[in-house]
């Protein structure tokens, strides 16, 4: 990774949550939602132009397009949820910018299916972040199984409480407490699915997938 | 005016010994229709790859490939607009979801201002007939239909030559020669210089200007498509030429024919050929052995099925009996549900009326994949879909390690199937990196690895050139004699002519006719083999050319 | 397809954002019940029956549950009604309940409306003018699912009839899932190189590349776009200068009735009818010119 990356993602990590920190400073608990819709509309613009900026061959571009249509497509598997563990995996093997790309876009493309709404730029951040993360962390991912396990359940709990925060903040307009812990409650069989099937998916795609995606890269000098 | 000059040309892929072209000399004239044919792996996709700079394989290159695209004199290089592209697979060189996106993807890359792209596009779709479809997912279309598109998509760049490779070998018969036609319309009415490498020479080799000829790397032959057929009567490559050409190479020596005459190319010509030399031998006829009464293995009665509640059915009383140890074919026309057909004798769907019986026994009886092991197999249209591992002999490995649980004698019964069906250099293949006869032949080894006595078959000769789909018939003969059933559903009239024991047509929703090949084709006029077609008039019955020849030559 | 639709993407993107800041972030009451009866209106105009009915049958009970479990959760207010478990529920909790619910429903209605307004196509213009790489990368991926799901069923009804998994044992239905999972991932990457090789047949990645759409930008498009941002300035101006402020806690004020506030309220109400002008000035176009025929 080159010097001005490695400083510009730092900023980037620093950045965000001091901006979200300053958004609770200063608009209190009630335009908190906000600050964080501002954070998540500007991360989401400075990866895209920085995507853009980028110069990554064509088949790059579409071997993401795969992987995003195919978490897209996986989202429709009932009750389970393989689509963060395939956007770890991308990351793994294609870096943090292609990462947040494939988590951004793929949130976005499935919700044209299920339904697009106030969440849409809350998942593309999230999802987005997500993927990284996991381009960020790739090389002990690929080496370490339990890493990977821990990671995988770790995102999909992080994933599920940042959004059930936003649930409460829209409905109440500020951080309602005891809405929170409701919500947690009642979400709590969905989180913890969620975390387990993650890390399942993770730990029985990461190398099948991994395979296939090295071997493009390898036949085709991507 | 030569418009493409290709001098020495000698290619070699990294980390192979041999050349994939081997000191290539030819000229293109502007204009020109060339048809480029070989058996798969002749390195007639390289050479057409090499002349599209843009698609150049990686490797070692020696010689020279000039362009003369403006008649200002040759020129090493071509931009990608003057050389346009069609690919074998109509789905896979679609990149947009839209078709007038998708239209538009080449002049947005050549930068032209949206007005002028504007007024191209709706040119080129409406010159194509693509105006009904404009607005449509390129995903709804057909595969004609997304072949057509691909080619309006090159099309409307305005290229000054044209290289198709295989572009129909993914089609039925029907919407493969509608391609041609367009291709063939466009060279004739534009003066674009078309290049197309097939296997389907039945219709173009009337159609070509010269013929280039490729064995092992080598041109072997570039010249006229009347002098071709003389001067390659021993290669194996004669095997898919023209009905016609091989009839009138089988014949020539019983005529007297007057000096120059030109080999006929065409049904019509092959007609007129026959009917002035042999019409003394008019009426006489294929002896046909029918085949005794077996014992039926696959019956199905009255089968109705519909995907959904809502939609229509597309069986709608079907049936069907299949004999031991029979080949049995099934034709009809695209999209008519043949493929339904086979996924529901399989299994593979389920019939909401009427049932299927497998050696007396239905279908739902068989529990838990008996019906799949030591029983019946199924190989679909894209043999990928057999195939989940990362290497040929993994793939084998685990479908006998689900079969036999952990057998020791896995690695000799691989190795005994293997030798049969000619496939052990494969075993370390990734299956991807196999062509498309090479695939099969894997597929058909995995499928018998579960030692089937009846094999489903759907369109196995799609995309094969000649000499894998002769190697295909024998290998099919051969499973045959040691007890096989088959039950093969294919759009290839020649293929089915040659190798079926009886043929069934398919039509709305059922068969509507079933008999042995020669009474099969010969009854039909239209739907029937370009042999038959040609000698109708002297030989009633008569519908492959070996037969064709035969009774000429009155040995049958 | 709506009138409405058939206007320009950058059009109709305006017109989302026009209608969608005020609701999310002015809490009046005249605005929020503006913003649901717009949304109600225009889903009901571009909507069958079949979905609209379904439609109701989800957020009518939402609209409820979301009003009736503000009171539980919130004990502010200063007109408590009755004491639950030593809690109070209050009045303005539960106005505050009902004004959240119209918020979130119409913006749920709106997005819903907007889904279909603002279709993939549109998307991928959008993105396509600054992002090009990107709008490339989302119609790829659009072309790529429908594959993806073909695929997917023919592999698995292949490996289906292979046998190899018994259909009984549920460890190896999960084992066939994930061999014909990655089987068709492998799949997919080789189409993708294909299409790669297409492109760049087609001249992909040289410079200077220009984007071409089927939408233009008609005087009407010009019109509306005006209009919205017109109305929209004009409520904005409402809410930054505090004419529209109406508080719930501790007790409800009165609805702000300043001129300012009236003008805000009009505006507003205009955003959230242009779709509908749009859609009925069609509608009795049409009506006009059959009967001249």
Known sequence: MKAKQIISYAILLLLVP??????????????????????????????????????????????LAVMVALSVASRFIPYV?????????????????????????????????????????????????????????????????????????????VFSLFMDVLTVLWQDGYFNASRY?????????????????????????????????????????L | MEI?????????????????????????????????CGASGCGKTTLLRLIKKELSPAGNLKGEILYNLDAKGFKETASAFDVGFVFQNPDSQIVTDSVWHELAFGLENMGIPSDTVRRRVGEMASYFGINEWYHSKTDSLSGGQKQILNLASVMVMDPKILILDEPTSQLDPITASEFIKTVYSLNREFGITVIIAEHRL????????????????????????????GALKDNPIFEGFPSAVKIFEGTKDLTELPEGYQCPLTVRDCKKYLNANFSHLSGKEVKVISPEPANPVIEAENLYFRYDKNLPDILRSMSISVCENEIMGILGGNGAGKTTALNVIAGAEMPYRGHVKIYGKKIK????????????????????????????????????????????????????????????HLQNMHPYDLSGGELQKCAVAKLMLTDPKIMLLDEPTKGLDAVSKNKLISLLRKLRSKGMTFLIVTHDIEFAAGICDRCAMFFDGGIISQSAPNEFFSSNRFYTTSSHRACRDIFPNAILTDEVIGLCRGNV | MSAYSKLHPLTCLVGYLC????????????????????????????????????????????????????????????????????????????????????????????????GIIINSDKIVYLFGKSLPKLSLLLSAALKFIPELKRRFRLTSSAQKTLGQYSTESYTDRIKRMCGVFSSVIGWSLENAVEKNNSMKARGYGMPGRSNYSIFKMTAADKTISVLYIACLSLTLAGAFTGKLYFSYYPTVSGIPDSPLALASYFSYFVCAMIPIIVESEEAIRWKYYRSKI
């Open chain 3, 19 to 114: 209608i969608l800041i005020p609701a999310m972030f002015i809490k009046n009451p005249v605005i929020q019940l503006t913003s649901l009866l717009g949304s109600v209106l225009f889903l009901s105009v571009i909507c069958d029956r079949k979905t609209i009915g379904s439609d109701l049958g989800f957020y009518i009970p939402l609209f409820v549950l979301m009003a009736v479990t503000n009171p539980l959760f919130s004990h502010n207010g200063a007109t408590p009604l009755f004491f639950m478990n030593g809690n109070p529920v209050t009045l303005e909790a539960v106005i505050y309940g009902i004004f959240m619910s119209v918020m979130i429903t119409s913006v749920l209605l709106w997005c819903k409306c907007y």
């Open chain 2, 365 to 424: 009886d068989f529990k838990n994949n008996s019906l799949y092991r030591n029983m019946l197999a199924y190989l679909p249209q894209d043999p990928q879909c057999i195939f989940v591992k990362n290497k040929v002999s993994e793939d084998f490995e685990a479908a006998l390690a689900a079969l036999n649980g952990k057998n020791q004698n896995i690695g000799s019964e691989i190795e005994r199937i293997s030798e049969e069906l000619g496939i052990s």
């Open chain 1, 181 to 221: 812990l409701a919500v947690l409650y009642t979400a709590l069989p969905f989180t913890a699915l969620y975390a387990v099937t993650n890390t399942v998916f993770l730990l029985l795609l990461s190398r099948p997938i991994g395979n296939k995606l090295d071997r493009i890269k390898t036949k085709y000098g």
């Open chain 1, 18 to 63: 001091a901006a979200i920190v300053l958004g609770f400073l200063i608009f209190g608990s009630g335009g908190f939602i906000y600050s964080i819709l501002a954070v998540s509309v500007l991360v989401c613009a400075a990866f895209f132009l920085s995507f853009e900026k980028s110069s990554h061959k064509s088949g790059v571009i579409l071997i």
């Open chain 2, 202 to 229: 039945e219709e173009l080799f009337p159609l070509a200007d010269r013929v280039a000829v490729m064995d092992g790397g080598n041109l072997i032959f570039y010249g006229s498509p009347e002098k071709a057929c």
């Open chain 2, 4 to 36: 493409l000059q290709i001098k020495d040309l000698s290619f070699t892929y990294p980390n192979t010994d041999s050349p994939a072209a081997d000191g290539i000399n030819m000229t293109v004239n502007q204009g020109e229709f060339i048809l480029v």
């Open chain 1, 81 to 157: 949820n393989p689509m963060s563990a395939l956007i770890i995996i991308t990351a793994m093997y294609f870096g943090a910018q292609a990462g947040f790309i494939t988590g951004a876009m793929s949130a976005l493309v499935s919700n044209f299916f299920f339904s697009q709404g106030p969440w849409t730029p809350f998942q593309m951040f999230a999802w987005g972040t997500i993927g990284f993360i996991a381009g960020l962390l790739c090389k002990p991912l690929k080496k370490s199984k339990i890493l990977l396990a821990l990671f995988g359940a770790f995102s999909g709990i």
